[in-house]
Structure formats: structure tokens, C-alpha cells
């Protein structure tokens, strides 16, 4: 399985900014996806996750502020970004499983996701 992160960069605050995950040996269509990040000296924490089924959960800093999305078509998920703020700034990482149990309870339940990207750098300043 690879995940390739995409579109991160620079964004005055206030500003917009979408990033995508190309999945290649996994479905964005079963199992799960979702996004965490980590800013320097900051334990990493789960931001969007988005299931088969579409369902959609995010993590109370980002509501309403950020959407995660899939596109079956081209193995990808999205993570647009709206209204950023200066403590949104963090390295992006992509994330899929196929697992019941973690799919389930989602990046709230804290497991471990099977596959990670490489991470996309958000900046905002």
C-alpha cells in the first residue's frame, strides 16, 4: 500500500488550502482513511477520518472548518481546509486501514492505522 500526499504549502491565515492522498493498493472505497498531523514539539493528533460508507468524523479544533472527502473514481481522499489558523500549521499524513475494529471506532479510538504517507507541510502565517 502507498499513500502520496499532496498540495500542502504556505497560506496567510484565514486562507484555504486542500490536500489529497493517491491510494495505490488500497480502496478508498472499503475499509478507512483519514488524516492526522503534527506540529514540532506537539504530539501528533487525528483530524478528519472518513469511512466506505462515507461517513465522516472530525476532530473538534477542525469542525467546521475542515472536510474530508473521497473520490472512488481516482483512489483518493481530500482534506479541504478552510478558515486556517497559525496552530493549524503541522506536517499532513494520509492514513488508511481496512481493519473492522479501527475503521469502526475511527482516529478518536486511538489505534494505530496500518498505513501511513509520507506527509504533506501546511504552513500558516
Known amino acids: 500500500v502507498q499513500l502520496v500526499e499532496s498540495g500542502g504549502g504556505s497560506v496567510q491565515p484565514g486562507g484555504s488550502l486542500r490536500v489529497s492522498c493517491a491510494a495505490s493498493?488500497?480502496?478508498?472505497?472499503?475499509?478507512?482513511m483519514g488524516w492526522f498531523r503534527q506540529a514540532p514539539g506537539k504530539e501528533r493528533e487525528g483530524v478528519a477520518g472518513i469511512v466506505s460508507d462515507g461517513r465522516t468524523s472530525y476532530a473538534n479544533v477542525v469542525k467546521g472548518r475542515f472536510t474530508i472527502s473521497q473520490d472512488n473514481a481516482k483512489n483518493t481522499v481530500y482534506l479541504q481546509m478552510n478558515s486556517l489558523k497559525p496552530e493549524d500549521t503541522a506536517m499532513y499524513y494520509c492514513?488508511?486501514?481496512?481493519?473492522?475494529?479501527?475503521?469502526?471506532?475511527?482516529?478518536?479510538?486511538?489505534?494505530?492505522?496500518?498505513?501511513w504517507g509520507q506527509g504533506t507541510q501546511v504552513t500558516v502565517s
Open positions: 492514513v488508511a486501514d481496512y481493519r473492522y475494529f479501527v475503521c469502526r471506532g475511527g482516529f478518536q479510538a486511538g489505534y494505530e492505522y496500518l498505513h
Open positions: 493498493g488500497h480502496t478508498v472505497s472499503s475499509g478507512c
